[in-house]
């Protein structure tokens, strides 16, 4: 079979295109038969080497993958099932889905949901997967529509799109907060963004707290833009963390959690458990499936093309989500 697989050189990491045998790849329970899957930042990274996301090598690359099972240990699943896989350590521990074929553990597979074809799983991906998770965590903490507007941040990203796309179709407002307002404004009202401001007009001025404004937020920055949202936040708002592009450091006190009671929530969709991981997609495929994934996922391409848009990724050329069709 072919796959795209992460070997050590020259000091660093390379990805090349091998073949290899099926028996080879890592241990599961469930083969999927590899029909789609997506470029994320973290692939871009793993695929051109600006970044040790394979903690084993040689280890196939991409993080997600969606597929028809061609065989399986487990009662779960038969030949013919369609699934997907998003997270569960592909390409970073385990063999991933820019492959002709993935074996996984059966308890990291999920049924495709009706309401979703394949390719819209992938469409979706970690990216979509993650917003989900965070609008399920916020409203789980009793995040409500008619608290006020939400922020999203790296609002032009994978993530920050779906947010916005989701948090509109659940009656919230989302404010876009990112610094290409004047390249992306038209695309973010179009998915549901009610204003658009720059990450500058949150600073708190060197205070712990400010006047409040938003009802809660979608972070993917970190650092000391995740730090201006939380002091900007209503009482009991809900602050969904999930990037860390600003930084590691977050150089906050605990003054808004302990004068107004605003939680911060930390989204993990590597490891999400099983039953919410379930849970989610079949939201995703229904009350909260993207209203606008055509507009969102706006490239196609086949599994030899993946180095280019990995490269257009990194170099900060390449928008929009980018989904990989194995038969092209």
């Known amino acids: 079979m072919k796959a795209l697989r992460i070997q050590d050189a020259d000091g660093g990491t390379r990805a090349d295109f091998v073949d290899m045998p099926v028996a080879d790849l890592s241990d599961g329970d469930v083969v999927i038969e590899s029909r789609y899957s997506c470029i994320n930042y973290k692939d871009a990274l793993a695929v051109t080497g600006k970044g040790r996301i394979a903690r084993t090598r040689p280890l196939n690359a991409g993080i997600d993958v969606a597929g028809v099972v061609t065989s399986s240990d487990s009662e779960r699943f038969a030949p013919g099932d369609e699934v997907l896989v998003t997270g569960w350590f592909m390409s ?42 965070a609008m399920r965590r916020m409203v789980e903490n009793h995040q409500t529509s008619d608290q006020g507007p939400i922020l999203v941040s790296g609002a032009t990203g994978g993530v920050g799109a779906f947010a916005i796309d989701m948090l509109a179709a659940g009656g919230f407002e989302p404010i876009a907060v990112t610094r290409r307002g004047g390249e992306h404004g038209d695309f973010l009202c179009t998915l549901g963004a009610t204003d658009i401001i720059a990450p500058e007009t949150l600073d708190l001025g060197g205070k712990p707290l400010a006047r409040t404004e938003y009802a809660g937020a979608v972070d993917v920055v970190g650092g000391e833009l995740l730090a201006n949202m939380l002091g900007r936040i209503h009482p009991y708002g809900n602050v969904a963390a999930i990037g860390l592009a600003g930084g590691m450091k977050l150089p906050t006190t605990v003054a808004p959690f302990i004068l107004r009671g605003v939680s911060l929530l930390g989204i993990h969709s590597v490891e999400c458990p099983a039953p919410w991981r379930e849970r989610i997609w079949r939201e995703m495929a229904t009350t909260h499936k993207p209203a606008h994934l055509d507009s969102i996922a706006t490239q196609t391409v086949g599994l030899d093309d993946v180095h280019a848009v990995c490269e257009a990724i990194v170099a900060g050329e390449h928008t929009g989500r980018t989904v990989v069709d194995m038969s092209l």
């Open 92 to 133: 970073e521990t385990r063999d991933g889905g820019f492959a002709e074929y993935v074996c996984m553990p059966a308890e990291c597979v999920v049924p495709k949901p009706d309401g979703l074809t394949l390719w819209e799983t992938m469409a979706i991906g970690t990216a979509g997967f993650t917003a989900g998770m």
